[in-house]
């Protein structure tokens, strides 16, 4: 899938990384070089990498630290807590090599606790690190069209954020390190509950003999409406899950939105359960089906 020509409002051109060329990464840094950047990438498989360059331009280099060395930003989106340390830290992680005074932007959705950590490595480094996991899944990242949510300190944002308008349609500084992260997980728990709401609404009207798709546009005229219903709602009637965000991922989101839950002491009730639906969904085989295949478990 890759990214649509678009038109970039100028910015000056940087010189950047991207770690991690994933179904999010991959077009979220050609929208960086389109965009004028003299982009360096690295990717865990390098056939990826090259596959990259060979369609934008620029360069790949075999290591973390290799592709962030000389850059002024080094962006990354990789899968985990863990996944996201083995690119920082370490003899061929990008802290070690990046130049002082350089940022490192994390796309990774990830915990706020890893976040808060590396902000406060960073910093001992002479670096900055802004945690900005986005929104808009992988539609989004090829449209150049996210919602990237921050945490960080003020400066280092305001540098970043007209680069990351390459890609993004919104980019906001929301509070503190782990912040965006937070907020990342507040995004999470919305999306959960509506989706349920949103099957059992489909799969309760399809019992009754209604013309769900019709049902779909007289209501989403309404209080109803939502991004999901637009987006989402005929294909759950088509029965239709082989697009956007799989339900591995909703999991693992969902996972660090319990976990910072507990530490927190705010009660998700809802939120729990739809996790333990999306295990259904796993266990029926939709590990990579989109999230919206939640209504598979009512029929």
């Not at 982009?39 to 596959?51: F, Q, S, W």
């Not at 005929?234 to 029965?239: A, E, L, S, Y």
Request: aromatic content about 8%; glycine content about 12%; some cysteine.
């Amino acid at each position: 899938m890759n990214a649509p020509i678009r038109s970039y409002d100028p910015v000056p051109s940087r010189n950047v990384a991207f770690l991690g060329l994933g179904v999010m990464g991959y077009p979220m840094a050609g929208h960086l070089a389109r965009a004028g950047h003299a982009v360096t990438v690295y990717n865990r498989t390098a056939a990826k990498a090259t596959a990259w360059v060979a369609e934008y331009g620029g360069k790949s280099m075999a290591t973390p630290g290799q592709a962030a060395a000389g850059a002024d930003i080094v962006f990354a989106c990789v899968g985990n807590d863990d996944d996201l340390r083995s690119v920082v830290l370490g003899a061929d992680g990008a802290f070690a090599h990046m130049k002082p005074g350089a940022i490192f932007v994390d796309h990774t959705t990830a915990s706020a606790e890893v976040a808060r950590e590396l902000y406060a490595a960073a910093h001992a480094l002479g670096l900055h690190f802004v945690d900005a996991p986005v929104s808009g899944g992988q539609a989004g990242a090829v449209n150049g069209a996210l919602t990237v949510m921050c945490g960080g300190d003020g400066a280092p944002f305001e540098t970043i954020r007209p680069v990351a308008l390459a890609f993004a349609k919104a980019v906001t500084l929301v509070g503190v390190s782990g912040a965006g992260q937070l907020a990342k997980m507040v995004n999470q728990i919305c999306i959960a509950g509506i989706v349920q709401g949103l099957s059992e609404a489909i799969a309760f009207g399809g019992n009754a003999g209604l013309d769900m798709k019709l049902v779909l546009d007289v209501i989403g005229k309404g209080a109803a409406q939502s991004w999901q219903m637009d987006n989402r709602g005929k294909t759950m009637v088509d029965d239709k899950f082989d697009f956007g965000f799989a339900v591995d991922w909703m999991r693992k989101d969902l996972g660090l939105v319990l976990e910072e839950a507990r530490r927190n002491g705010a009660r998700v009730p809802v939120t729990a359960l739809v996790d333990q639906f999306y295990a259904d969904v796993q266990q029926m085989g939709g590990n990579r089906w989109d999230t919206s295949s939640l209504i598979k478990r009512l029929r």
